[in-house]
């Protein structure tokens, strides 16, 4: 599985950007997940949809109230929507996958947001850089 970023740019602080993680195959099955580097910090974990179960999507404290994941299977796609983007949200961000049925068998109930070892498939990533 391939999965390729997009919708990454420049955007004043306030604004909007809307990320697509598209899969080169099915990712019906997959828990995806976003996640994000900024200059000079470690990866955090941004949002993240479990594949299978109630309650799928997961999102980090930072962005609740801004961020919103949703996805297409129909498309193989997941979006992410990022409203009144701050400075602080600079960095690459990408998107990752692992099947949803390896996470069941490792015990885990939702998928991962605080574990980026998790996931096996990675994008290569989109710049967002927000100004001030």
């Known amino acids: 599985l391939q999965l390729v970023e997009s919708g990454g740019g420049l955007v004043q602080s306030g604004g909007s950007l809307r990320l697509s993680c598209t899969g080169s195959a099915s990712v019906e099955f997959h828990d995806i997940g976003w996640f994000r580097r900024a200059p000079g910090k470690e990866r955090e974990g941004v949002s993240c949809?479990?594949?299978?179960?109630?309650?799928?999507?997961s999102i980090a404290d930072s962005v609740l109230g801004r961020f919103a994941l949703s996805r297409n299977d129909a498309e193989n796609t997941v979006y992410l929507q990022m409203n009144n983007l701050k400075p602080d949200d600079t960095g690459v961000y990408y998107c990752?996958?692992?099947?949803?049925?390896?996470?069941?068998?490792?015990?885990?109930?939702?998928?991962?947001?605080?574990?980026?070892?998790?996931?096996?498939?990675w994008g290569h990533g989109t710049q967002v850089t927000v100004s001030s």
């Open positions: 949809v479990s594949s299978t179960g109630e309650d799928r999507i």
């Open positions: 990752a996958a692992v099947s949803g049925r390896a996470r069941l068998r490792s015990g885990k109930s939702r998928c991962a947001l605080a574990n980026a070892d998790t996931y096996v498939f």
